[in-house]
Each structure stands twice: as C-alpha cells, then as structure tokens.
C-alpha cells in the first residue's frame, strides 16, 4: 500500500515564501506520476491549485508554483497572504490507474 | 460556467445502501473522466473512485472495491455512485469532480454528506 507523505504543518510570515513537499512510500516522485495540488479551507470544497506537475488552474495566482525537487513533488508559495492560510493536499497516479491524497500540510500564515 | 451539484446523501444504518447522484452542466460531460472523493469529519481528502468519458472503465480504491459502483449516464450529464454494504468508515463528505488529463480534479461540486450510523 503506498503512502503518501506531506509535512503536517508549517508557518509562514506573510511576504513569505513557502516550500510544501509530497514524498512517496514507493520511491522517487516524478512527472509521470501527475502531482497535484489542492487548496482547502474549513466546510469548503477544495480548489485546484496545480495539476500534471505544474500547470496553473485558471485563475489561481503565479505566487503559486508545482515542481519536481529531488525525489518530491513540491507547492512553492511565493509572498504568502493571510488568504493563503489553508489545508494544501498533494496527489499523485499510481500506475495501476488509482489515486493517492498525502494527509495534508496545514498552512499558518 | 462549470457547474457540479451532488445529492443523495444522508443517514443510513451499516449494511444499508445510498445512491450518490451528481449533476453537471456547463461543459460536455462526455468528453471528460469523472472522479468520486471522500472526506471523513475532521480528515484529509481520500480519492475513492473514478470513470472513463464512455464508462467503459473505472477505477476503485481498495477499501470500496467490491461495495461501490460509480456509473455515469452522458444523455443526463450525470455521475453516480452506488455504495453497497456501508460502514461507519464511510462516513464522510462526498465530492463530485471532473478530472481533466492529468489530474483526478479540477472543478469540484460542494459535496453531500453521507452518515453510517445505527
């Protein structure tokens, strides 16, 4: 069973700049693995963020950046706002078709 | 404007039945993979299913396969899901999405609460 691995929480100063990072169990994520990214506040529904690594859904603002760094799918935030301060969920395709959610990193800004 | 509105949610005992409906409009539903996620009260979002733009294939998670069937009817421009044999475990928020290439979601539905309880 593969797990996927998020930070549970990290700090922000607003102006910021923040690094989230989604690991697997399994090895080494990368491109094929389609990383991407949610953003969710509580009784909302989550919004997408970056999808296929690191395409911008429309409208989500360029201070929000999806890479690949080392082993890790990664959510760079730059100049954090106060609105930034949210649940951010990484997910990625496994090759037998299924998807995998990390637990969440919970965003204090 | 890409519309997603899920219903069928409620109380159900474990071991009862509900069926999960989910309209769409704004798009061609045809043309796009549909995805089914979970969130249990006070956890993280869990992927439970999905289903090809024809329905000829679906993906499950494990702890479902076997108990949930997601189907779609392209002439009404809806999801379903069929979830069989509930338990307590199922309990959650259920999310309607539709999944472009390369992701399990883009455009997401505001949910319906399901609960297993006797």
């Known amino acids: 069973q593969t797990v996927v691995t998020q930070e549970p929480s990290f700090s922000v100063s607003p102006g910021g700049t923040v690094t989230l990072t989604c690991a697997l169990s399994s090895g080494s994520v990368s491109t094929k693995y389609y990383p991407s990214w949610y953003q969710q506040t509580p009784g909302q529904p989550p919004r997408t963020l970056i999808y296929?690594?690191?395409t911008r859904s429309s409208g989500v603002p360029d201070r929000f950046s999806g890479s690949i760094l080392g082993n890790k799918a990664a959510l760079t935030i730059t100049g954090a706002q106060a609105d930034d301060e949210s649940d951010y969920y990484c997910?990625?395709?496994?090759?037998?078709?299924?998807?995998?959610f990390g637990g969440g990193t919970k965003v204090t800004v | 404007e890409v519309q997603l509105v899920e219903s069928g949610g409620g109380l159900v005992q474990p071991g009862g039945s509900l069926r999960l409906s989910c309209v769409a409009s704004?798009?061609?539903?045809?043309?796009?993979?549909m995805t089914w996620v979970r969130q249990a009260p006070g956890k993280g979002l869990e992927w439970v299913a999905n289903?090809?733009?024809?329905?000829?294939?679906?993906y499950y998670v494990d702890s479902v396969k076997g108990r949930f069937t997601v189907s779609r009817d392209n002439a009404k421009n809806s999801l379903y899901l069929q979830m069989n044999s509930l338990r307590a475990e199922d309990t959650a928020v259920y999310y309607c999405?539709?999944?472009?290439?390369?992701?399990?979601?883009?455009?997401w539905g505001q949910g319906t609460p399901v609960t297993v309880s006797s």
């Open positions: 997910v990625v395709n496994m090759p037998n078709g299924i998807w995998v």
């Open positions: 999405a539709r999944a472009p290439a390369g992701a399990p979601a883009d455009y």
């Open positions: 704004g798009f061609t539903f045809s043309y796009h993979w």
């Open positions: 296929n690594t690191n």
């Open positions: 289903i090809k733009e024809d329905g000829s294939q679906q």
